[in-house]
């Protein structure tokens, strides 16, 4: 089996990496040995990560987790076995029950266009490459409905560099601090009631700039929606699903990853048919940043 550097990659920030002599191998279905015993005394080494930092883009699944406020039956942890069993061994099952829609979840392209691709179906290069991290932290502490524009792509590609194609950009808006307080991150916990809304996320003329002309892989946001609360026609969500581009929603940590440099894992529960998902998304950041 040949080895996937990505694969090796995700596997160690999944299972921590603490040491300097942290390697993972991953066996990858769809390789074959062959190309493996090609590469012979030239195959490259396991990925060393030592001096990387792995930061976790996901909040927890719970009591607490924020959902869109239609959706109202929240996250659900059904207990099945909890305890010692009759062999003398300790056991303990769950099943769980969630809208897809909440918490640090991904869009599919299929939730705002018939006929896209389901959860499922997601291409991997569209979950996984590098962050391209905006922020508008400063327009959005003055502005709770503020949407990024062209000029704050611009005014980033300026400093840091024009966003590859591929990219998963990551629109750092600072809201995640006010996690797991439903009413401070969306303006408003009305259960039932999604009609007012107030937190910032992207703009349409720059959603469609990140999209259609960058060749951006996702957009992703620490807030709870790539449309802004107030938003009735969700057009960021039509440019970016008609883009077959996913959408990364209630991420967090923004805050430690560089404007660019880090690699983004972003990876749902695989759910056939699914408009959307549970995400694990985690970020893997150079020493020099
Ligand atoms: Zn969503």
């Known amino acids: 089996m040949a080895i996937s550097e990505l694969s090796r990659a995700a596997a160690a920030a999944l299972i921590g990496c603490a040491s300097a002599a942290c ?15 090609d590469l012979g005394g030239e195959a490259p080494g396991p990925l060393d990560l030592e001096g990387y930092s792995l930061v976790d883009l996901s ?10 406020p239609t ?14 069993t009759e062999g003398g061994y300790f056991y303990s099952a769950y099943s769980l ?8 979840h991904i869009d599919a392209p299929i939730h705002f266009l018939e006929g896209g691709p389901d959860v499922a179906s997601i291409p991997l290069d569209r979950v996984i490459g590098p962050a391209a991290v905006i922020d508008i932290t400063a327009q959005a502490a003055e502005d709770a409905d503020y ?52 937190f910032p996320s992207y703009g349409e003329a720059a959603a469609r700039l ?33 883009a077959n581009a996913p959408g990364l929603e209630n991420l967090t940590n923004l805050d430690r990853l560089p404007p660019r440099g880090a690699t983004v894992i972003a990876l749902p529960m695989k759910i056939t048919g699914g408009s959307g998902a549970p995400l694990r998304a985690i970020a893997i950041v150079p020493p020099s940043n």
Not at 59 to 68: I, L, M, P, Q, S
Not at 74 to 84: I, K, P, S, T, V
């Open 23 to 37: 390697s993972v191998w991953v066996e990858t279905p769809g390789e074959t040995s062959a190309a493996s015993a």
């Open 59 to 68: 909040h927890a699944f719970g009591d607490e987790t924020v959902y869109w």
């Open 71 to 84: 959706d109202t039956a929240g996250f659900a942890l059904q207990e099945l076995a909890f305890g010692e």
């Open 97 to 104: 029950a969630t809208a897809e829609h909440g918490g640090t």
């Open 147 to 198: 949407r990024l524009t062209v000029a704050d792509v611009e005014a980033h590609e300026v400093e840091h560099g024009r966003i590859e194609p591929g990219s998963l950009v990551l629109l750092r808006t600072g809201w995640s601090s006010r996690w797991p307080d439903a009413l401070s991150y969306l303006g408003d916990d009305t259960p039932g009631d999604a009609s007012q809304l107030h």
């Open 210 to 242: 990140l999209v259609e002309e960058r060749g951006a892989a996702a957009l992703g946001a620490d807030v709870a929606s790539i449309d802004y609360g107030a938003s009735t026609d969700f057009i960021v969500h039509q440019v970016v699903a008609a």
